[in-house]
């Protein structure tokens, strides 16, 4: 080979090295900080709130909480669907904010009364949900009209049950 053609040889291997390095720094910091990314609460009695910017009716539910002695941070997202689904909120119960305390997660309009006996009593299970909507929910009052609705509790696998009708 001609010197011209091996310092050519030696630039292509350099830069197809650090290509490779530096693809492979990026990817890792990438999953790196995915998997630091799960939402959670530290503090015992905080909750955080993954909501979308304008929607009244979360806030609504945080007030419920706030004067229920919790305290509520409020964190509009853009991906509620991938919290959600890192969380393992069963998909056919979703509702329109998740709420995580600790290493527990709360979908939806529940009450507050409902996540303390939680708490109290259900070590073992990931959470609980009511789904959809439902009116007459903390959050979704509506005058003097309480709706009836189900909390429902779930496990790490997504398998609901009956926790409380109201």
């Known amino acids: 080979m001609c ?14 090295v650090l290509t490779i390095v530096i693809a492979g720094v990026f990817v ?7 998997s630091n990314d799960k939402p959670q609460s530290s503090n015992k009695n905080e909750v955080i709130v993954y909501k979308n910017a304008g929607c009244g009716c979360c806030s609504k539910w945080a007030e419920h909480m706030r004067e229920n002695g919790f305290k509520v941070v409020e964190k509009p ?25 600790g290493k527990y997660v709360f979908e939806g309009h529940i009450p507050a009364k409902s996540i303390r006996k939680f708490l109290k009593n259900n070590k073992n299970l990931k959470g609980l949900v009511v789904p959809d909507m439902p009116m007459g929910s903390p959050g979704m009052d509506y005058g003097n009209h309480k709706g009836h609705f189900t909390v429902m509790s779930f496990d790490k696998n997504g398998k609901t049950s009956t926790f409380e009708k109201f």
Do not use: M, Q
């Open 3 to 16: 010197p011209d053609c091996e310092s050519k040889l030696s630039f292509k291997k350099v830069f197809v």
């Open 28 to 34: 890792f910091d990438h999953y790196a900080s995915a």
């Open 77 to 101: 997202v853009d991906n509620l669907d991938e919290i959600k689904n890192s969380l393992g909120v069963p998909k056919e119960n979703r509702s329109c904010h998740t709420a995580v305390l």
